[in-house]
């Protein structure tokens, strides 16, 4: 997994798992979006819990979820992006802010490698959108952090925001949270393990738990 998928999601998926096996000896390795791929066409794991997409010939991938991506603002940032205008910033809130409006405020950004990075960068291509990035990181809650000081604009995801996050936007939070609209921002969190080779029952019983447990989120 992801470091970040790991707070999110093992909370939810462990538990029930240690519950049913509890001989068995778990190793967790956590690492970016080409780390996972390189890993499971390695064999060096038995399942990968990542995003969309798994670019590993001979897997099979089962999307767990979908989400959108956010952008955290500073409070102080918002108030320039929209002049003070509480109408216009409360719709952007709620349905979505358009991503050029934020041209001159600086970014934090994940690393490329990471594939909430490649996702925003696609995203902004579209729009024609370069961002004007203060600091690249590893970790996104490094990012998140950085941005609730008022050092700059970020990128988070709806499912980490959710899970770890939920006082983030609101009203004693010091950021905003905006949406961003289109298909573009959407990811897809998916579970995959190769088709080839042995899978012991606990595996398989991992796997099926991840996919019972895929509604859960409610995204």
């Not at 794991?45 to 991506?69: C, F, N």
């Not at 959710?162 to 969190?189: C, I, K, V, W």
Request: aromatic share 8%; glycine share 10%; with cysteine.
């Amino acid at each position: 997994m992801s470091y970040t998928c790991g707070r999110a999601l093992l909370p939810v998926l462990l538990p029930a798992f240690c519950q049913a096996h509890p001989l068995v000896e778990i190793s967790l390795m956590e690492g970016n979006y080409r780390q996972l791929n390189e890993w499971l066409r390695q064999g060096e794991i038995d399942v990968l819990i990542g995003y969309m997409p798994i670019d590993v010939p001979g897997a099979q991938v089962s999307v767990m979820l979908r989400e959108r991506l956010y952008l955290a603002c500073p409070r102080p940032f918002s108030a320039q992006v929209f002049g003070g205008d509480e109408q216009a910033l409360g719709q952007a809130r709620e349905k979505g802010a358009d991503l050029r409006l934020f041209a001159r405020q600086p970014f934090i950004l994940l690393k490329a490698g990471n594939r909430i990075r490649a996702m925003l960068d696609a995203y902004a291509g579209t729009l024609g959108f370069v961002p004007q990035v203060l600091l690249e990181t590893e970790n996104i809650e490094t990012a998140l952090a950085l941005a609730e000081r008022g050092m700059g604009v970020t990128v988070y995801p709806e499912l980490f925001l959710r899970a770890l996050h939920p006082q983030a936007g609101t009203e004693d939070s010091p950021l905003d949270l905006f949406p961003l609209p289109g298909e573009g921002s959407m990811g897809a969190l998916a579970v995959a393990f190769m088709e080839s080779g042995y899978r012991s029952p606990a595996v398989l019983d991992f796997i099926a738990l991840c996919r019972q447990r895929s509604g859960l989120w409610g995204l």
